[in-house]
């Protein structure tokens, strides 16, 4: 059995596969599962974030085959993040902000801070990768991120691996449960989680 992993533990760059970013020991280039999603998802990932043990960002964007992954502190828009032109309408970012009605498992807000059909479809979200503090930084560090819909989410149970926060959940988590919520094809989410258990948080078990 594994010892508990912590939060802060880094990779070693030096001896890391250049793709998947694990240790070599621990590859999983030939373990991931890809899943077919319909909603794009598109990561953001703080720099400090790139070469740590627990990064579900990177095996997120492995699996997902519509998804792309970003590393840096800002962008100029919606548009350089993700490199081609988009219906920002049609976007929504997964919101650092409570629940307020806790019966809830998700709340979708427009820009106008108005409440939208939980049914509500998006051709992809944007989801911040990072601690509570890093995840703010680029949130102010991109103020066309307040131009976009909000998604909140609720989580009925705790996060696999440790949080600062009781609602908090780890970015491949959270981008499951938006699935599960947002009508996304039930094995995805599903594939998420069991993915991130299996090859990042007891991968020698």
Same mark, same amino acid.
């Given at each position: ?16 596969? #250049?793709?998947?970013?694990?240790? $070599? ?17 598109? !990561? ?11 990064? $579900?960002?990177?095996?997120?964007? !492995?699996?997902?085959?519509?998804? $792309? ?28 902000? /409570?629940?307020?009605? &806790? ?8 820009? +106008? +801070? ?16 990072? $601690?509570?503090?890093?995840? #703010? ?5 991109? &103020?066309?991120?307040? +131009?976009?819909?909000?998604?909140? !989410? ?7 691996? /440790?949080?600062? #926060? ?24 599903? /594939? ?14």
């Amino acid at each position: 059995m594994n010892e508990k992993i912590s939060s802060a533990e880094k990779v070693d760059k030096t001896n890391a596969c #250049k793709n998947c970013l694990r240790p $070599s020991y621990q590859c999983i280039c030939n373990k991931v599962k890809t899943l077919d999603n319909s909603t794009y998802i598109l !990561l953001l990932q703080h720099p400090q974030e790139q070469y740590k043990l627990l990064n $579900s960002a990177k095996l997120s964007q !492995l699996c997902l085959t519509n998804s $792309s992954l970003k590393v840096g502190l800002s962008w100029r828009n919606l548009a350089q993040a993700i490199e081609k032109e988009i219906d920002k309408k049609q976007w929504a970012v997964l919101y650092l902000r /409570g629940i307020i009605d &806790p019966t809830r498992k998700i709340e979708i807000f427009d820009t +106008k +801070k108005c409440l939208m059909p939980l049914k509500t479809k998006f051709q992809g979200i944007i989801v911040l990768d990072g $601690s509570w503090k890093q995840s #703010k930084a680029i949130w102010w560090r991109n &103020p066309w991120l307040l +131009k976009l819909n909000r998604i909140t !989410l609720n989580p009925e149970h705790e996060s696999l691996r /440790g949080q600062s #926060k009781k609602e908090g959940l780890s970015t491949i988590e959270a981008i499951a449960m938006a699935f599960d919520c947002l009508g996304e094809n039930a094995e995805i989410g599903e /594939g998420l989680r069991k993915q991130y258990e299996e090859l990042i948080i007891k991968p020698n078990t």
